[in-house]
């Protein structure tokens, strides 16, 4: 089992930023992907980004390309998501996920059934 917990969120006006922590413990070693989806009210999960473990591949979400960033710390065990240039429409609840396997495409690393861990959320509200 991964055990994942995500911080940093809170409120933001437009333009500004913020940064995200997804702490994972427990049978770590058993994620290759770390990824962060995002999930508005009335509307479905959407990839944001994800990061490879090894060798440190990115992926990114259209609507946060350019945007945000992810990082990843291997001794803490920590994907960090930096968000800028904050929209409105980036107000969501931003979870953390972990998959145990590499995908190799994008298509399959932004599924969200691609992961098998979730962390609790976290809420992120930028206003205008």
């Known amino acids: 089992q991964v055990q994942l917990v995500e911080s940093g969120g809170g409120s933001v006006q437009a333009g500004g930023s913020l940064r995200l922590s997804c702490a994972a413990s427990?049978?770590?070693?058993?994620?290759?992907?770390m990824g962060w989806f995002r999930q508005a009210p009335g509307k479905e999960r959407e990839f944001v980004a994800a990061?490879?473990?090894?060798?440190?591949?990115?992926y990114y979400g259209d609507s946060v390309k350019g945007r945000f960033t992810i990082s990843g710390d291997n001794a803490k065990n920590t994907v960090y998501l930096q968000m800028t240039s904050l929209k409105p429409v980036d107000t969501a609840v931003y979870y953390c996920?972990?998959?145990?396997?590499?995908?190799?495409?994008?298509?399959?690393?932004?599924?969200?059934?691609?992961?098998?861990?979730w962390g609790q959320g976290t809420q992120v509200i930028v206003s205008s």
């Open positions: 996920a972990a998959d145990r396997y590499y995908r190799g495409s994008y298509y399959y690393t932004s599924l969200a059934r691609s992961y098998d861990y």
């Open positions: 990061i490879i473990w090894s060798g440190g591949s990115t």
């Open positions: 427990g049978r770590t070693f058993s994620s290759n992907t």
